[in-house]
């Protein structure tokens, strides 16, 4: 049996819950996911309807263009960043079959080497206010998305 959504399907958002979504969507934003992964994660941690989410960001895109352009540079260097990291650990599990020594974590040798990180900072304070209600954001709950992610290797 399905979960019923926050905001059912045909049913017109209260205020309070277009701003419940928005506040949320900034979370998904802050945590660098895409607009596929916004959509998900609403859907099945908070019941947002789909459409709802979709249509709250297509909206955010609208009013605010400029910020999503430099968004999407910094999804695709995370993108960038996930992919050279899963290829630092391949190599370092093929040196590791092999018998080849690893280079030592403190040595310039693995400098070359060293994982980027993929937490990038976002600011979406400069939204248009209109658009997106900011909330503070503490750090314990954007936790869950990290967990969620280092499930998944």
Known sequence: METPTLIPQGEEPTADEVQLVHSLIERC????????????????????????????????????????????????????????????????????????????PDTKEFAALKPFSTQLPADVSHLSTDTLILSPVAASSLRWREQAGAGQK
Do not use: C
Request: hydrophobic residues 40%; charged residues 25%; proline residues 3%.
């Open 29 to 104: 934003l802050q945590l660098y996911m895409n607009k596929a992964e916004v959509v998900t994660a609403l859907h099945s941690q908070a019941r947002v309807d789909t459409n709802l989410t979709s249509k709250l960001w297509m909206e955010l895109e609208k009013k605010n263009p400029s910020f999503f352009d430099a968004y999407k540079v910094g999804l695709r260097i995370k993108e960038q960043a996930t992919a050279y990291n899963f290829l630092i650990n391949q190599q370092r599990d093929a040196m590791a079959a092999t018998g080849t020594r690893f280079p030592d």
